[in-house]
């Protein structure tokens, strides 16, 4: 198949074409019009990191090369590779992503909760103000919209949530422990134009897991909800988390064999960093000896289960090497979040905010994020985890304050 991307929403990019052989996987890209060398490298970056990757999935008519990546080709992955060419060659962020929180409310106790401490005093959003913020992240750039929580599967109205994202636009996500994901549920889902679910499991040992939730059973809900899940023809993740005593004794190992066995297309590792939960736990922080441990640990994962499931660890993404150098901190440059009460914040786990999108719109507060010093330049380590920037921002925030706290 030879497919052609142009990009006409962004004016230095009107005069590039490139013309791309795809024949299963991606297999070359030529270039079309006069740029820099610099332009060409990253381009063909792009599309090498894809073949490097592999394909995980089919939908929507084309590749899954993650499930935080519209399918390829498809309307969608056009607009996110002009967002990202856009971000790295002209300097003109343009956000790929975005997580909407739809409720504040949760069946579980996490003991590392990132939501932990902040206010639920406020009501949640409205359908009316989601389908606003969603229309207008879209029109940002927008093309990987994820819904959040709490737990979002509490809100009966989710689906319609979900269907006001053009799927000509963005896909779409759904965050959830699964307890309330039960075969219809799955299937209304699907029904309702979701692209897939990421289900959080915080451990291969179900008992473990059950006591980190604080809910008896909840294992045996994820995985019930993964075979729920793909029997609804949705793509399926997992989301977890790495402190350093699970890095030191190996567990992502342990938990990536059995989300083999469940079929799971893609397994996330996140680091555990000091919020919520976790803010007073230091001894569970990453350090250098317990990164490389789980760095190695991911990249044999990957090597043994061949995409079966694909693994994506977040001390990835922040190491500054290879495609990663191109990703780095999330925040105000791949991606922003929105609480449920509608603060706009950097990320899931900033507890800082920009204002709120009842009163603004999300192009005013996205650019408010942008013209911050502490965001004005991309940086590849995440913030979160930076000594200079939190005691700057983070250990300045006055104890009992209601959360997340105005930046200003």
Known sequence: MRLQYTF???????????????????????ISGTHSPWWRFIIKQYFSFHNKAGTLAYRNGGNVYSMYLPPF???????MLEAFLSSMLI????????TIGVTTTCQCNCAHCSTLGRSKSRPALSLEEIQRTVRECVELGITNITFTGGEPLIR???????????PDKAVTQVFTNALLLTPERAKSLA???AYGVQISLDSHDSAEHDCLRGVDGSFTAVENGVRH??????????STYATKQSALRHDIIRLIALCSEWGVNEVTVFDAIE???LREQKDAMLERESRQLLLEDCRIANRIYKRKPRVISQSWTNCGKGFSRFIGCLAANWQFHVTAQGDFTPCDFTPLS???VRNESIKTLWDKLLSHPAYRKRTLRCRMQDPVFRKRYIDTIPDGAELPYPID
Request: charged share 20%; aromatic share 2%.
């Open 354 to 356: 920009f204002g709120n």
């Open 156 to 166: 009966d109205d989710l689906e319609r949530c979900i269907a006001s994202v053009s």
């Open 275 to 277: 919020v919520g939960g």
């Open 8 to 30: 006409p929403h962004v004016p230095e990019l009107k005069n590039l074409s490139i013309i791309v052989e795809n024949r299963g996987d991606i297999t070359s890209a030529s």
């Open 191 to 193: 029904a309702s134009g």
């Open 91 to 98: 300097k003109r962020i343009i956000p790929m992503a975005v």
């Open 229 to 238: 899940a793909l029997d609804a023809g949705l793509l399926v993740g997992i």
């Open 73 to 79: 080709p498809s309307l969608p992955h056009n607009r």
